[in-house]
T-cell receptor
Framework: GAVVSQHPSRVICKSGTSVKIECRSL??????MFWYRQFPKQSLMLMAT?????????EQGVEKDKFLINHASLTLSTLTVTSAHPEDSSFYIC???????????FGQGTRLTVV | RKEVEQDPGPFNVPEGATVAFNCTYS??????FFWYRQDCRKEPKLLMS???SGNEDGRFTAQLNRASQYISLLIRDSKLSDSATYLC???????????FGKGTRLSVIA
C-alpha cells in the first residue's frame, strides 16, 4: 500500500513554544491530506483538511491561528501547533487519500506532550 | 446523534472464540465503509473494506446493511494477536475525510 511518513513520532515541548509536525506521502501525490487528533480513549477527530496550494479547511472548534497548516507541495503537509499548552497534549495523525481513491493511508502519528 | 456509533466494549474473549462487532452510521448518503484496526499508541491500519454483498478475508467477515445503516465485523477463531481496538469508519464521497467511530476494544485471552 501507499506510504505516509509522519515526523516526529514523539515530541515533548515547553508550554508557550511551537511545534511543527510533518506529513509526507512517499510514493504518491496527495492533493488532499487530513489532520486528526486523538485524546486517550477517544476516537480520531478531524481537525482540518489540507489542500495543496490553498488554505486549509478547519473543523468547527479548531482554531486556525493556533493550528497552522501548510500544504505547499503534493507530497508534504505540515501542522504547526503554536503557543502550545498542556491541553494540546494529544496524538496527532495525518492521513492522505490517493486521488480518486477511498482508502485512507495514515502517518505513524505524533505524540505531543506539552509540559 | 453521533455520526458513527460503536459499542466501546471491552470484549474479553478466550482464544478460539468467535466475536462480532456492530456499528451504526447516521448519514444515509455514506458511500464507503471500512473496518480499521488500531493498536495501542499506533496509527490506525485498514483491516478491510465493507461491501454491500458482504466480504470475507480469512477469519474476518464484514457485512453491510444499507437499509438499517448498520455494519458488522465477525472474527472467527480469535488469536491473541487480534487484541486491539477496531474502528468502524464511514466515508461520504471520494477525497473527503473519513468519519471514525470511537472503536471497540477487543482482548483475546489465553
Amino acid at each position: 500500500g501507499a506510504v505516509v511518513s509522519q515526523h516526529p513520532s514523539r515530541v515533548i515541548c515547553k508550554s508557550g513554544t511551537s511545534v511543527k509536525i510533518e506529513c509526507r506521502s512517499l510514493d504518491f501525490q496527495a492533493t488532499t491530506m487530513f489532520w486528526y487528533r486523538q485524546f486517550p480513549k477517544q476516537s480520531l477527530m478531524l481537525m482540518a483538511t489540507s489542500n495543496e496550494g490553498s488554505k486549509a479547511t478547519y473543523e468547527q472548534g479548531v482554531e486556525k491561528d493556533k493550528f497552522l497548516i501548510n500544504h505547499a507541495s503534493l507530497t508534504l503537509s505540515t501542522l504547526t501547533v503554536t503557543s502550545a499548552h498542556p491541553e494540546d497534549s494529544s496524538f496527532y495523525i495525518c492521513s492522505a487519500i490517493i486521488a480518486g481513491g477511498t482508502e485512507a493511508f495514515f502517518g505513524q502519528g505524533t505524540r505531543l506532550t506539552v509540559v | 446523534r453521533k455520526e458513527v456509533e460503536q459499542d466501546p466494549g471491552p470484549f474479553n474473549v478466550p482464544e478460539g472464540a468467535t466475536v462480532a462487532f456492530n456499528c451504526t452510521y447516521s448519514n444515509s448518503a455514506s458511500q464507503s465503509f471500512f473496518w480499521y484496526r488500531q493498536d495501542c499508541r499506533k496509527e490506525p491500519k485498514l483491516l478491510m473494506s465493507v461491501y454491500s454483498s458482504g466480504n470475507e478475508d480469512g477469519r474476518f467477515t464484514a457485512q453491510l446493511n444499507r437499509a438499517s445503516q448498520y455494519i458488522s465485523l465477525l472474527i472467527r477463531d480469535s488469536k491473541l494477536s487480534d487484541s486491539a481496538t477496531y474502528l468502524c469508519v464511514v466515508g461520504w464521497v471520494r477525497n473527503t475525510p473519513l468519519v471514525f467511530g470511537k472503536g471497540t476494544r477487543l482482548s483475546v485471552i489465553a
